[in-house]
């Protein structure tokens, strides 16, 4: 499920970087991710009243963290797409369960590891 919506949102970033003129060097992809955490930081302090709210409505200011939580994923897929990051190993190993498909059904125990040390980070 990862490794599909890295190379999904690889072919958009691709696309959109073709059509503006953008290098994505090795910089560029965790430039974008913090300009993106910026903008969800942003959206989250209209949302939450402590920024000025710009005569957006409610149900706006919600959309556009969803928005801005979607991007800063993207441009975590995207990072970890150019660096060969393995998440769902990094996953397992920091949260303590292996990512699954959706579709895929379980045990219904959704719980991590009893066993485990400690909180995830």
């Not at 897929?77 to 998440?87: G, V």
């Amino acid at each position: 499920m990862l490794k599909t919506l890295q190379t999904d949102f690889d072919r958009a970033s691709r696309a959109y970087c073709d059509t503006h003129g953008f290098t994505r060097d090795a910089d560029w992809y965790i430039l974008k991710l913090q300009e993106e955490v910026g903008e969800l930081t942003q959206a989250w302090n209209r949302l939450s009243g402590r920024a000025r709210l710009k005569d957006v409505p409610a149900d706006r200011m919600h959309r556009d963290l969803e928005d801005e939580a979607a991007d800063v994923l993207g441009h975590i897929l995207l990072l970890a797409e150019r660096h060969d990051l393995d998440l769902a190993a990094a996953i397992q190993r920091k949260w303590r369960f292996a990512p699954r498909d959706p579709d895929t059904p379980t045990d219904g125990d959704t719980t991590r590891d009893a066993d485990a040390a400690g909180p995830p980070p």
